[in-house]
């Protein structure tokens, strides 16, 4: 069909946009120095894309890789967000203010390894939250959603919560990332 054919190096990014038929319409990779990779895209409403995911290319730890592309698939901006301890983005979503909201984790400064982050960012990439949670294990945030008040669920897993074993954690904030508390409330299935 005359489509360029999927190709990026194993180290690269990429977003491309595919027809009900499966013909590509574009092609755009991410490339850096060393690992580049998206986990998650959305659409905005300008009809371009928003990617998340993390990258080894700029900092000596990984970052959250965050990129915007429009609707023809030409880059607008990426960003590179992190501390001094590994940051990696999943899950992206555009929130009620069409702003990009991350399920993600960081593991710089926390009490344990990694905690779960709520990340947010502008429309343009500008920074704006990092809400961390967790406790002394490792929480990692995979997925979220944006519910209609403008808070998140942030679901992912979580080491030092439940019967001693990698479990599924829950938190569930307001539009600024605040619980309502800092209980963690266990709930075991004894269904197998």
């Keep these: 069909t005359g489509a360029k054919e999927l190709t990026a190096d194993d180290d690269d990014a990429f977003v491309t946009r595919l027809e009900p038929n499966g013909t590509q319409t574009w092609f755009k990779t991410f490339v850096g120095d060393s690992l580049d990779y998206f986990q998650s895209a959305a659409e905005t409403s300008d009809g371009g894309v928003a990617c998340s995911g993390g990258t080894a290319s700029y900092s000596n730890v990984k970052q959250i890789l965050l990129v915007k592309v429009d609707a023809n698939g030409d880059s607008l901006w990426q ?114």
């Design 79 to 192: 960003e590179e967000f992190g501390s001094m301890g590994d940051s990696e983005g999943s899950e992206i979503m555009v929130n009620l203010n069409g702003d990009f909201a991350i399920a993600s984790y960081n593991s710089y400064a926390n009490a344990g390894g990694k905690d779960m982050v709520l990340f947010i960012a502008s429309s343009n990439g500008t920074f704006l939250l990092g809400k961390n949670y967790g406790g002394l294990g490792d929480e990692v945030g995979a997925s979220l959603v944006v519910l209609a008040d403008g808070g998140y669920v942030v679901a992912g897993t979580a080491d030092d919560y439940g019967p001693g074993i990698r479990s599924i954690y829950v938190v569930r904030t307001d539009q600024y990332g605040e619980t309502s508390d800092d209980t963690v409330y266990e709930v075991f299935d004894d269904t197998g």
